[in-house]
């Protein structure tokens, strides 16, 4: 049976300020400005972007960038290995690599819908931030990279300017970059922040399992053993192969088919191709693997993708 993480409480206002209670009220009405049509919403700054479901879904494969995922109203549950993450608000989850991951609305309605917003974060960004603080102790051991988060105080205040910034063209312009720096810097101060500063030390082996990832993405047809991953990790076999499932919950030949199957998902909702395309674009050589691993992954075979 999966494991349960702890549901955050949502009951804040025991543990919170007064100055939280009205932010949690502005980002609430700031994202429901934002939030406007069903699922992905892009706003005015690059990278931050919100969320609305009216209804519940069943647990679907999504890729989930380097960043926080934030919930506004209603519930959402990611599946991290043989755990089941559940965040609601004023509540979020901080991804620290790309990841395809099972995720789920879990509470939503047409008059209730479940609201989120994104922020997508720059590796680089993160080096940065975490460089200018000081007395950054190098992390002890590479961490899970996902995490549930509360979001309080300075953070939430720092998010909420941030959705506001991005309703606006000009203050978007203005503002955008500074903010999303902002943010990175308040991650860094919470007790998550091992969880990104990991990605600022190139030593670390979680930075090693991100420069996998990368090299993974740049060509997700391309053949690839664990040894070629070990390889440009600069680590044993055993050892990749032993961190990469501890800081993901996935070994690295599951990762490697969720991701090729996720990307094969999205060329097929584009359109751009048919299954026997998108497999091919994606790494696979055989079209009966490639349809039986997809209808595995997403419930239906490649061929009625976007007729259900």
């Not at 004023?90 to 939503?108: D, F, I, S, T, W």
Request: glycine share 4%; with cysteine; aromatic share 6%.
């Amino acid at each position: 049976m999966p494991k349960t993480a702890p549901r955050l409480d949502t009951s804040l206002s025991r543990r919170s300020t007064d100055s939280d209670a009205w932010r949690r009220r502005e980002l609430f009405d700031a994202v429901g400005r934002l939030a406007i049509a069903e699922d992905v919403n892009p706003t005015e700054i690059e990278g931050f972007w919100a969320y609305r479901a009216s209804a519940p879904t069943e647990p679907c494969v999504a890729d989930y960038r380097l960043g926080l995922c934030i919930a506004v109203q209603g519930a959402k549950r990611v599946h991290f290995g043989d755990e089941q993450i559940d965040y609601c608000p004023m509540n979020g989850l901080l991804v620290a690599l790309p990841l395809p991951l099972r995720a789920q609305v879990l509470e939503a309605s047409p008059a209730k819908p479940c609201l989120a917003v994104v922020l997508e974060i720059d590796p680089a960004l993160v080096v940065r931030t975490a460089s200018a603080l000081p007395d950054v102790p190098t992390p002890r051991a590479a961490p899970q990279a996902v995490r549930p988060l509360p979001i309080t105080g300075r953070l939430l205040d720092s998010i909420l300017r941030l959705a506001v910034a991005s309703a606006s063209e000009r203050d978007a312009d203005v503002f955008g970059d500074s903010l999303k720096h902002e943010v990175v810097f308040r991650l860094l101060e919470t007790d998550q922040g091992e969880l990104l500063r990991t990605l600022a030390f190139r030593t670390s082996s979680a930075h090693r399992v991100e420069r996998v990832i990368r090299h993974l993405n740049r060509d997700i047809a391309r053949p690839v053993t664990i040894a070629d991953m070990a390889r440009i990790a600069h680590m044993s076999e055993s050892s990749f192969h032993r961190v990469f499932k501890e800081v993901t919950s996935m070994a690295p030949l599951q990762f490697l088919k969720r991701t090729r199957l996720q990307r094969a998902r999205e060329l097929l909702l584009s359109d751009e191709s048919n299954a026997g395309e998108a497999a091919r674009a994606v790494g696979y050589r055989s079209a009966s693997q490639f349809s039986r691993e997809f209808k595995a992954q997403f419930g239906v075979p490649p061929s009625r993708v976007g007729s259900v």
